[in-house]
DNA sequence: CGTTAGCACTCGAACCATTAGAGTGCTAAT
DNA sequence: ATTAGCACTCTAATGGTTCGAGTGCTAACG
């Protein structure tokens, strides 16, 4: 689509300023706007074909304009200049990932946390996927005499755990047999195939301590499938509540949505390598149209990867938010593969 | 504080009544009651009672009366019939609660969604208190070759983990060790004497091992000191946006509260033993006066205990909130204690 | 003497009508 | 092609009026 230069710079000049102020840009308004030196006038004609094309509205007659949808999609796709991360906030990022970043999981939680208090929108992580992941290491912790845990850490450095109780004793000797179960049988299997299906071949293949072995087996299921399913961290959705379109009913069905962990997530890591962004309307729900997402993905050592996201209103300071979530996200793959992944290649 | 029958009896009415619309209670309405058999023009004249007593407000003249904080107070601590649970909520709960206790964290998680379905509010559970819980066991769980995650369970049941990175590989024999030295000392020991103190002491007594074992301890104390920090989950804060009392910017400011899970945790865990409610204007925080909490404890075993508790408007309907919370909290200390506590005493 | 009907009074909510102003589209002049 | 000028439209704000809910008081009632 090309629409003409002096098209162009309007469109930009009413995004940025209605991401300012969230009210309908006027000719006047825009007119004093620093770079654009144009009689009202013009601009209104201008506008009028802007109009046409789809890519503003009016909330009523005698209000400014709007951009649409539309115009969001040409603008991010096309239109926006890709901006640097502020130097101050990248040297913010770096002050602060050091602090949380000894453990994935605590890194994970507060990444979003960090996201949201720099973009003042709100964000969410997802933890690495699991799909691709083995199971790295497993083992058996006792917790009491007769119950223990089932502990699991993935190719992709994301823990699972389960308790489980038996009928008998936990001996020390009953407990290294366990233990050697799982790191001969277990440990090493790709996340994905641990299925009840295969729980049980396993069982049926020990027909001497398969009665003992199987709360164990079970457990091990349970642990598998808690890690199979990514999980989500949200942070700063205090900070959606700041914006008018977010207020009275919109707040509810905005929340509610964001409760919708598992929904949430799939729709975040679904999207391609890179940054994009999906606005409201374009994943069918109407009642959400004045919302946005921006997704990127961390990468890990190998496919495995995670998401990492920005949520705010559809008039979000794209630009920016780009930048800061990409720097980010490296940063995030970075450190986390620092933390993970095994520099085998030494 | 005796104010008669009657007064009681019209106190009560107004409280029910505002319970349900949230709109100031006049006399016609009262009158109007099934078990008021008086004419709105007596009801009035008590109602004057009731105010000079500081127990009923009027936002204007010409409105009806709304109860004070002073009256919920005292409707709270003497007033209150204090109802059994709905068998039917009580068949709902005992038929949720196995499917989600299979482990003691994700029940702590799952918990507060389902109290908050049940009542509509919002709700909270805090992990049981590790202040005098002791370390269970723990254990070093190779992840890669120079990294391991030490993972110890309290007498409490909650877990903690960290993953720790060294300079050398960490060959079987050293984990051998490092495994050694963690259960004979440091098993056993109270989670609250595990300070930096401790962890050096334990270094400077092990001088041929000191270096090795730095990288170790120092992850022991910290995964401790992430016990030691009651973690608290939330469910349902979606449910507030209901209230018209949390509409517009009081919505900002209770969710901005909710989001201090720290404060939060120890404002709900520092309560007595029992079923309590804390009227926002009791803690110091003026923003907060439309806002409730009921909490109370669940036990476990020893004298571990944590607390969950249900968060609302004021007007909250507490006979209900107190008879669910009191059955869920009762059920929840069982099945923590069936999942984590030894039956050593067979 | 407690209770109640009756009534004047108060005050916010709702409903106009009016106005002010922002923004537009069109036309004619530059 | 651009822009000044202007009539036009529509919302938001303003202010006056009405309506009704709820009150407090007084006087009548059992």
Redesign the interface.
Known sequence: MDIGERKKKILKAIIRAYAMTGEPVGSKTLSEYLDISLSPATIRNEMVGLDELGLLEQPHTSAGRVPTQLAYRYYIDQLMTKTMIDPEVRRYIDSILPDIS????RLLKEAPNLLAQITRYAAAATTPGSDQATI??I?V???????A?I?L?TSG?V?G???F?CDFDLTPELLRVISRLLSERVSGVPIASVSPAFVQTLAASLPDVALIVSPVLIAVY?AAREVREAEINLGG??NL??FPEF??EN??LL??FL?KRAELARLISKQQEGIHVLMGQEFGRPELKDMSIVTAHYALGGQNRGAIAVIGPNRMDYPNIVANLGYLASALGKLLSE??????SE
Not at 102 to 105: A, I, K, N, T
Not at 141 to 147: E, F, I, K
Not at 339 to 344: A, F, G, K, N, T
């Open positions: 000894d453990d994935p999981e790295k290491s083992q912790m006792p917790t009491g005499r007769r119950t845990l502990i850490v450095g823990l755990n389960k308790l109780r349970e959705q205090v509540l700041s207020g009275g707040a509810k929340f509610e409760e933390l993970l992944v095994d520099p085998e």
